[in-house]
């Protein structure tokens, strides 16, 4: 399977978080991955499969 984020791409979420930003920026890759808001700046971690099927499109490589 093709990678097609990598460490510091700017994504797009299909659910907007809670401030109302669907960015993030990705901080950590990994089993897990770790994104930050780019509007609020709050950081979640996620599963990489829970974060493949929440993944609307990667707006910058």
Known sequence: ME???????IV???KAHPCGENKWIITRV?????LKCVKCGR??????IDFDKKLKKVDEY
């Open 12 to 14: 797009i979420m299909k």
């Open 3 to 9: 990678q097609k984020y990598k460490l510091d791409s």
């Open 43 to 48: 950081s979640i971690m996620m599963s990489r």
């Open 30 to 34: 990994g089993a897990d991955i770790k």
